[in-house]
C-alpha cells in the first residue's frame, strides 16, 4: 500500500503549468517538522518534501494556497528516475497529492502573515483578498457542542 500524509507549511507559492495536452499540474514544496527533537537538546528537525498535485487539485491549490500556509497533503509517493544535464543518473522523491486540506483558520493565518490573498480565475499574476473568494470563515459559536 503506498499512502502518505504529510503535514506542514509552503516553502514557495504553488507553481502551476499546464502540460501540452492542457492538463493543469502544480508543484511545490512543505516544510514539515519531524515529530521529535533530538534527545541533546537540539533544534527540531525538518524535511522539505516536494509535492506535486494534478487537475482539478492543482487548480485549487494554486488558487486558494500561498507561501507560509499551513497545510495537510494525502496522496502517495513516487519515485522518479531522470539524467542531469551531465548525464548522471539521479533519482527523487516526491508526494503525489490526492486531496489537499487547509489546517489552520483564516484568523490564525492572518495573526501570523497577515492578509490571506488568493489568485484570480482570470488572470493568475492578479491577487484578490479571501474575502472575494467562494470560501468564507463560519462565525458561530461552538460552546455548545458535545466534543
Known sequence: MNHIVIMGRLTRDP?????????????FSLAVDRGFTPKDGGEKQTDFIDVVAWRNTAEFVSKYFVKGQMAAVVGRLQIRDWQDKDGNKRRSAEVVADNIYFTESKKSREASFGPVEVKDDIN?????????SDFSELDIDDGELPF
Not at 15 to 27: F, K, Y
Open 15 to 27: 507553481e502551476l503549468r499546464h502540460t501540452p495536452n492542457g492538463v493543469a499540474v502544480a508543484s
Open 124 to 132: 493568475s499574476n492578479y491577487t484578490t483578498p479571501v474575502e472575494g
